[in-house]
């Protein structure tokens, strides 16, 4: 299932990556969303999965015991998910901003602060 | 002496204000500050004679020799005595001749920084300290230069002497870091009290060489001189103080202050001795060449930097103390000469010497101050210029190494100094009356001042040479020698052949000077001043760094966000190959006790691999969307069957609410555009190399023996000391309970931006 699991997650970054390159505005979002479920599979496969334990303490013990799935990275992945949806929604409005000031779609167009001559 | 810097830079705050308030003075209330910095070191003059140096320590990096220490001692009296002395004339002098100028307030601000980093310069008794003051210097000379900024002369001389000044300034950064690695230390009290420090070292000659590039390019020395006589573009009383008094004279002080520490380096001597000697008999030649008042100042100054340079190379006892004695000389006469050339240009518009005559009866008061000024250039008896021209003489005749040829060309560049010397202070003034763009008449009483009291004290000095000037003298060349030798200065040391070379000098200054016209167009003949120098080699190198930097630039910057994606992922994928084949230890172990695969986990793998395959090929927004949901809804999946039910839950929360938000704005966002093939092929190959690096990595961890006592820790912890059951959500709100917060702050931030972005009104232009 580790090999499954992680050829798949090489197919979520390397989709996320393609669409990122992509000229389209929408596609960039889109490839952002990719890259952040590819990065928290990452996240929460190399920290090694168990099927069907929870790092929930049983009612009688207190303490885990025996094997369970990982609290850090789960955590972490937590934490990434929601600054994520952060980020989404702001790449959303602006790339509408964006597209509301200059009426342009291709990414490849907005470099005119970049262009020194 | 902390307390002079602040002051100091509070008046430089202050200044502009002082002249909003009182238009016409400002210029007089700011020469308290110098007048009063000159009373303090008088005040401290009685101690420091009596060779108590004052240290004031305030500690500030210890670990990187960086205290804010300030040092008296007889060489930094010495030098705050000039800087202050000269300043208060300089400020009553701007003060007139800026007169009218609206920016008045701004000169003055920029004037009383360059003071202040000057005394800083002087009183540092750290070299890192010493260092910030230097470059501060820099810094209010490019502004002081390019003070008519509405001319771009002046914006590009004031550049080229920054730029000339700062890269020096540069490499002597480089030396002073290597100087206390090697020497643990850069205090100067500790570095002077061990000049053996860097004996034998090997790094020394660098050391020696990188402090050396600093201190000449400040300096004006071949072959950086070229940004003096450009620098001339500023306003006189700039040129009479910074380009000839004071800051060309800091490179001089550095030498002189770190002369014990190197003077056994045999690199050092050489150095100073031949680029010194290049330097004096050059600038005078070109002095001689050229006519206008303020560019034959300027080589002069040049020159007479030389001369100082080439006295501490020698480093005798003699010479060193032939260095300060002329120093002292050069800043009363050249500094009176300076602002004598300011009072002609001023008064009458124009400052070339060949046209000028006759002005004397006009301007009878910078007559005085002129011709004074010019018989101490001279070195005529009983000017303090003679003073220091018989110890030059007998320094320069008294050398050890190569002396004949040293003494010769000490006396041929007294002879052109001499020559100069009649043209500043006889030929301007006397003779027929030159016609004049405007009416000469004399210049108002500030700035006849400074001229008539420095080029005064120039004729007392000489006369009583031995009672004002040689106890501080003789102490600050005590303090460069590092031993305690005596320095007599007087008029009369009975007929010797330094006399006599004194009396040749005036006599052959004078044949030049009749000459002149000759020697001067034969060096027009011959275009001997539009040679190819290092100003040309300035001038070609400026645009050409430019043009590298937009081309590099370009290459890096082109905007595309796909070519910076693109560089970003094949260099991690590049370092990764890289490590991977060099070394590391990559040895696998294996996938012990892999899981099971289940059909129906294998139902929403293939399910999420259609949804990127959907999203990737779809011409439909929407559908785009709805594929990468599913994408989404998988990974909430995986996370579920593998125990993580509260990412799950958050993931399928989020998942929702992304997709509504789209759907919602959908209407108001851009439509695909159309791809190529060719670009799709192209951003395919980096896309599926860096998948498949990640996913060999990914291979390659789960392959290595895990250990993570951070797991273990929280689920032992967890109910015993947190009171949760619930490890994951432990972490969150207990153990990392700050993290948490911060990440609502985040999220607090992108609403905000949100907000923002949604609201605000672009103004459409």
Redesign the interface.
Known sequence: ???????????????G??????????????GI??LS??T???I????????????????NQ???ANS?????S??L???A??????????A??????V???TG?????E???????? | MLLIILIGLIAAAVAATIHRIDNNRAGIWLSILPLGIFIWGIAHLNSVLLNNSIIEVYPWVDSICLSLTFMLDGLSLFFVLLVSGVGFFIFIYANSYLHNDPNKGKFLTYLSLFMTAMLGIVMSGNLLILFIFWELTSLSSYLLIGFYSAEEESRKSALMAMLVTVSGGLFMLAGIILLGIEAGTLELDQLLANPTLLLNNAKAPIIAVLIMIGALTKSAQFPFHFWLPNAMAAPAPVSAYLHSTTMVKAGVFLLARLSPVFVNVPIWQSVLVHIGGITMVFGALMALMNTDMKKVLAYTTISALGIMVLLLGIGTTISVQAAMVFLLAHALYKGTLFMVTGNVDHETGMRDLNLLSGLGKRMPYTFYAGALAALSMAGVIPFFGFVAKEILYGAAFDTPLVSGIVGVATFLTGVMFTALAFEFGYKIFMGMQAETPKHPHEAPFGMILGPIVLATFGLIGGIFSEQIAQPLLHQSSSVILNVDKVLQLGLWHGFTLIFALSLLTLLFGYGVFKVRQHIRAFSTKLSLSNLPGPEALYFKSIPALLQVAIKQTMFFQSGILRNYLTTIVLTLVSLIVAISIIGGDFSVIGLSKTIQVKWFEVVFIVLMIVGVVNTLTTTSRLTAIVSLGVVGYGTAAIFLYYGGPDVAMTQFLIETLTIVLFVLVLNRLPKFVDMDKRLSKRIAFPSVIFGATMSTILLWVLSQQMNSPLKDYYSQSSYLLAKGKNVVNVILVDFRGIDTLGEITVLGIAAIGIYALLKVKFSKS
């Open positions: 299932m580790e090999i499954i699991l992680s050829i798949l997650t090489g197919l979520l970054f390397a989709a990556l393609f669409l990122m390159l992509h000229k389209g505005m929408v596609k960039l979002i889109l969303m990719m479920y590819a928290n599979l990452f929460f496969i190399v920290a090694r999965i168990t099927r069907g334990l929870p790092a929930i303490i049983p009612r207190d303490v885990l369970f799935a990982d609290p850090v789960q955590a992945i937590l934490t998910i929601v600054i994520g949806f952060g980020i989404q929604a702001f959303i409005v602006l790339i509408k901003r597209y509301a000031a342009t779609t291709n990414m490849d907005l470099n005119k602060t970049d262009n020194l001559e």
